[in-house]
């Protein structure tokens, strides 16, 4: 089964990975994937999508003879990956509290009829 991940916490797992280091493209879609199913194609409008939005900015350097392009975190990325971070965290408990309570059955007397 697949969980689908939103658009909100694609760019916080990108934002989160480019908080570590810089990344070219192709890199940055293969650490993505050992965490989530992410194509190149899906990666790609993310990084432009947050490059608009100043969050990433881009530089590029020579590989091989060729330049590679570089997307690197931004100050008002920090600050966004930390919203992202917290908005996750209350999302998160708020499941867990659910998915932890399904371990502990009712009692007779907190059954409900409907």
């Known amino acids: 089964?697949?969980?689908q991940v939103s658009a909100d916490?694609?760019?916080g797992l990108v934002l989160a990975l480019l908080e570590r280091k810089d990344y070219y493209g192709y890199a940055l879609?293969?650490?993505m994937q050992k965490a989530i199913t992410?194509?190149?194609s899906t990666l790609y409008p993310v990084?432009?999508?947050?490059k608009k939005d100043q969050f990433v900015e881009t530089y590029d350097q020579p590989y091989h003879g060729r330049n590679r392009r570089y997307y690197r975190i931004t100050s008002a990325g920090?600050?966004?990956l930390a919203r992202v971070k917290q908005?996750?965290?209350d999302y998160k408990e708020s499941l867990d509290s659910i998915f932890e309570a399904s371990n502990y059955p009712l009692k007779e007397d907190q059954t409900h009829d409907f």
């Open 9 to 11: 916490l694609l760019d």
């Open 47 to 50: 990084l432009r999508r947050l």
């Open 1 to 3: 089964m697949k969980i």
């Open 87 to 89: 908005v996750w965290t």
């Open 38 to 40: 992410i194509s190149e």
């Open 29 to 31: 879609t293969q650490d």
């Open 78 to 80: 920090e600050s966004h």
